[in-house]
């Protein structure tokens, strides 16, 4: 299991002059090959950088998430919009779940009414997972949200010294705030004001607009849903799959939900899997994709430049080996300082 030493404390000195102590924080990224024809070596410490903001911060340790320290949580999420139409690629998820390790304790959920239905807790018994595993309800509820539904998950999820990592298969809509009215999809009222109507009245109008426009933008939720994940360490990887009703049939509503999944994705250190928003022929190309990033993770622990108060800060994990792409989330959550 994931173990991090204890590290002798640094003294550093902020931009502003103020002496304060480092504070050690830790993350999850992983090593991706640019050409897949060629070697990727495993990862040395001096091999990796990690930057916040124009600061270069001491590593203090990189970890691969190999032999006792391959402990992995993995959360299986489905979306209950889906289309059932999903059936076979299922199947391939199911095969997934069974060629993981017993170092992986896997979980599978239902996304709908903006939570999460955990039809098996987490579990190295991976018949069990693959049984739980059914057919989406292909229907939809009062309050549809698969970022909400990430971010009650995400909360609810116990702390633990593992890798804790979700796959999500969702068309990415959220139909709970692309149905219904809400301050920023609320404009002004330009019917009555005539064919040319001036700024100053446009501007007053605008003021006491009442006028819903149904057409929907990127979900608020997503940004919560990805902070909310990167506080608590999770990585999210998404795939794309086609959701039911009039939003799943709406190229603008597919175009957002996609932008939401890789979004998500991308900020906390994933990926998001998919053709555009054309529904996927097959899984498993992906699924394999997704084994082999799992396979290849390391914990990088590094001394940060604490805040007088706790928060996320930008940071960046890089390295000039040939060959080597550093997936990492673009945040992480640093203590308040101590002086």
């Keep these: 299991m994931f173990c991090v030493l204890v590290?002798?404390?640094?003294?550093?000195?902020?931009q502003e002059g103020t002496a304060w102590k480092a504070v050690q924080v830790h993350l999850i990224f992983t090593d991706e090959a640019l050409r897949l024809d060629k070697d990727l070596p495993p990862l040395q410490r001096e091999d990796v950088k990690v930057k916040q903001g124009k600061n270069s911060l001491r590593?203090?340790?990189?970890?691969s998430a190999q032999g006792e320290n391959a402990a992995l949580q993995l959360m299986i999420l489905i979306d209950?919009?889906?289309?059932?139409?999903v059936g076979?690629?299922?199947?391939?998820?199911?095969?997934?779940?069974?060629?993981?390790p017993p170092s992986a304790a896997i979980g599978v959920g239902y996304m709908s009414?903006?939570?999460?239905?955990?039809?098996?807790?987490?579990?190295?018994?991976?018949?069990?997972?693959?049984?739980a595993v059914r057919l989406p309800r292909g229907a939809i509820s009062t309050m549809d949200s698969p970022y909400l539904s990430l971010i009650s998950l995400v909360k609810a999820w116990p702390q633990q010294s593992v890798r804790r990592e979700i796959l999500m298969i969702s068309d990415g809509v959220d139909r709970l705030h692309g149905e219904r009215p809400d301050p920023s999809r609320l404009g002004p009222d330009y019917s009555s004001l005539g064919h040319r109507p001036s700024y100053n009245s446009i501007h007053q109008r605008s003021n006491t607009s009442s006028v819903y426009h149904s057409m929907p933008a990127v979900s608020?939720?997503?940004?919560?849903?990805s902070e909310t994940s990167q506080r608590y360490n999770v990585i999210v990887y998404s795939l794309y799959a086609a959701g039911v009703g009039r939003a799943g049939r709406s190229g603008w509503d597919l175009e957002l939900g996609l932008a939401g999944l890789t979004s998500i994705a991308d900020e906390t250190g994933g990926e998001c899997f998919s053709l555009g928003t054309s529904q996927l022929v097959s899984f498993k190309p992906y699924l394999e994709s997704l084994q082999k990033t799992l396979s290849n993770q390391y914990y990088v622990v590094f001394q940060a430049l604490p805040r007088s108060k706790a928060g996320f800060q930008p940071i960046k994990v890089q390295t000039e080996l040939p060959n080597s792409e550093l997936l990492a989330p673009d945040n992480v959550w640093v203590p308040a300082s101590s002086r």
Excluded: C, M, W, Y
């Design 59 to 63: 590593v203090t340790q990189l970890i």
């Design 113 to 131: 009414n903006a939570g999460v239905n955990v039809v098996q807790a987490f579990t190295a018994n991976h018949d069990l997972a693959v049984k």
């Design 80 to 85: 209950d919009t889906l289309n059932p139409s």
């Design 220 to 225: 608020l939720d997503v940004t919560s849903a």
């Design 7 to 14: 590290a002798t404390e640094a003294v550093v000195r902020a």
């Design 88 to 100: 076979n690629s299922l199947n391939e998820v199911k095969e997934f779940i069974n060629a993981q």
